[in-house]
């Protein structure tokens, strides 16, 4: 994409006093009838890494972000949030390189420390390899619905209000929130929760330092969302209990080092 073309998907100053409170209520509302499908009919054995029907709700966070941008700014600010999807930009390469490698990086970790440590055995792996650029692309689209809200909408007024630390685990707390009933539907139990709950959150954390590093590319949130995924359902024994409280150890220290670096340094 041309330079120009960025920057017309650049969100307007405008942005960072979008209302927040209708928005998280939009998406949880709107959440609803996808809990109450999965609540009666279970389809987890029949779904990469046991997605429950309820994860079809990642279309909840666009169509709230889409609303409210409607209602704000009519039709060619909803264009122009829509456009945030597909924000390439050559400049952008070490972002998204990034974000393609570092989910990956940090899951063969977990496995690797969860292996020397005798908590896991490799006994195959849990998706055919061919398969995994398909599951890419199926987690890259449901990845774009979700980003254009988590990113595109509620990431600039969080930062502005809270900062970047504050936005990441405010934003991160309700995405996990959010997920709480899909997880308790896929039958997982607490300390697996949890685990994921303490990785989700320093997820976000880096996802919105990011977003911020690339210039405001929504695709590069995108990208790391999609990837998160993509390892859960190919990577052996990622989503075992001791892999994933590993990997979210391991993934707040990420969100650590990169929240430390990114504060402004003082002088004197």
């Keep these: 994409m041309t330079d120009t073309a960025s920057q017309a998907t650049t969100p307007?100053?405008?942005?960072?006093?979008?209302?927040?409170?209708?928005?998280?209520?939009?998406?949880?509302?709107?959440?609803?009838?996808?809990?109450?499908?999965?609540?009666?009919?279970?389809?987890?054995?029949?779904?990469?890494?046991?997605?429950?029907?309820?994860?079809?709700?990642?279309?909840?966070?666009?169509?709230?972000?889409?609303?409210?941008t409607y209602r704000q700014g009519g039709r060619p600010e909803l264009v122009r949030l829509l456009k945030r999807a597909v924000d390439y930009s050559s400049e952008r390469r070490g972002s998204y390189l990034f974000a393609m490698v570092a989910t990956p990086t940090i899951?063969?970790?977990?496995?690797?420390?969860?292996?020397?440590?005798?908590?896991?055995?490799?006994?195959?792996w849990?998706?055919?390899?061919?398969?995994?650029?398909?599951?890419?692309?199926?987690?890259?689209?449901?990845?774009a619905f979700e980003e254009l809200g988590w990113t595109g909408y509620a990431t600039d007024p969080l930062r502005r209000r809270f900062g970047a630390l504050g936005a990441g685990l405010i934003l991160g707390a309700f995405w996990g929130a959010w997920h709480l009933l899909p997880l308790i539907q896929a039958h997982h139990g607490?300390?697996?929760?949890?685990?994921?709950?303490?990785?989700?959150?320093?997820?976000?954390?880096?996802?919105?330092?990011?977003y911020h590093?690339?210039?405001?590319?929504v695709l590069t949130a995108t990208l790391m969302h999609a990837m998160a995924n993509v390892c859960a359902a190919a990577?052996?024994?990622?989503?075992?209990?001791?892999?994933?409280?590993?990997?979210?150890v391991l993934t707040a220290i990420v969100a650590s080092a990169v929240t430390l670096r990114a504060q402004p340094r003082r002088r004197g």
């Design 12 to 68: 307007p100053a405008e942005a960072e006093h979008r209302p927040l409170v209708p928005f998280f209520v939009l998406v949880s509302v709107s959440a609803i009838p996808f809990w109450v499908a999965a609540a009666m009919v279970d389809i987890t054995d029949r779904t990469p890494i046991g997605l429950p029907l309820s994860a079809l709700m990642f279309v909840c966070p666009v169509i709230a972000a889409g609303i409210l």
């Design 107 to 124: 899951a063969l970790m977990s496995y690797g420390v969860a292996w020397l440590m005798g908590l896991v055995h490799f006994s195959g």
């Design 126 to 143: 849990p998706t055919p390899l061919a398969a995994v650029p398909v599951l890419f692309l199926a987690f890259l689209l449901a990845a």
């Design 190 to 210: 607490p300390l697996w929760i949890v685990s994921w709950f303490v990785g989700t959150i320093a997820l976000r954390t880096i996802v919105v330092w990011l």
């Design 213 to 217: 590093k690339s210039g405001k590319s």
């Design 235 to 248: 990577i052996p024994d990622y989503t075992m209990t001791h892999s994933l409280l590993i990997s979210g």
